[in-house]
């Protein structure tokens, strides 16, 4: 079953459209939050975004170019520049990849670490905050597999 048949099936009711309207408007002010924020810390919202990716890659605190890419849903060439220009403020270092030569390690600096230490406390009680109103909808008919 495609999306559109989906929709075609199952028409969405007021609250239906209440509760998308609502998710969206959390989701939205999350964001707005972060981007000023982080742009008060003097950052971009892509440098935090960059510093978490880093932070958070699953099993380890550094990451190649292509899973930056990847992570952060941007092109290579965008987070080579997005890494140049967080290298250049002394938020991360490139590093030689333990296995591949053709690969470059990206990882956080001490500074970098405690800026986002910061921002991230900060973005985890926004998130507290705002609670009820980043809760995923609840359809008022789920749909069935057949």
Do not use: C, N
Not at 2 to 30: N, Q
Not at 55 to 61: I, N, V
Not at 113 to 134: F, N, V, W, Y
């Amino acid at each position: 079953m495609t999306a559109d048949e989906h929709v075609e099936s199952e028409p969405l009711t007021k609250r239906d459209f209440e509760a998308l309207a609502r998710f969206r408007f959390g989701i939205r002010r999350y964001l707005r939050f972060s981007e000023d924020t982080v742009r008060d810390h003097g950052l971009t919202p892509q440098h935090y975004q960059l510093l978490l990716a880093l932070k958070g890659f699953p099993g380890r605190e550094w990451a190649t170019m292509r899973e930056l890419a990847d992570r952060l849903q941007l092109r290579h060439h965008s987070v080579v520049e997005l890494v140049d220009r967080a290298q250049k403020q002394g938020l991360v270092e490139r590093a030689p990849h333990p296995s591949d030569a053709r690969a470059v390690r990206v990882e956080l600096t001490e500074h970098g670490q405690l800026i986002l230490a910061r921002l991230s406390a900060m973005h985890r009680d926004e998130l507290l905050r705002l609670g009820p109103t980043l809760e995923l909808p609840i359809w008022d008919d789920p749909p069935h597999d057949p």
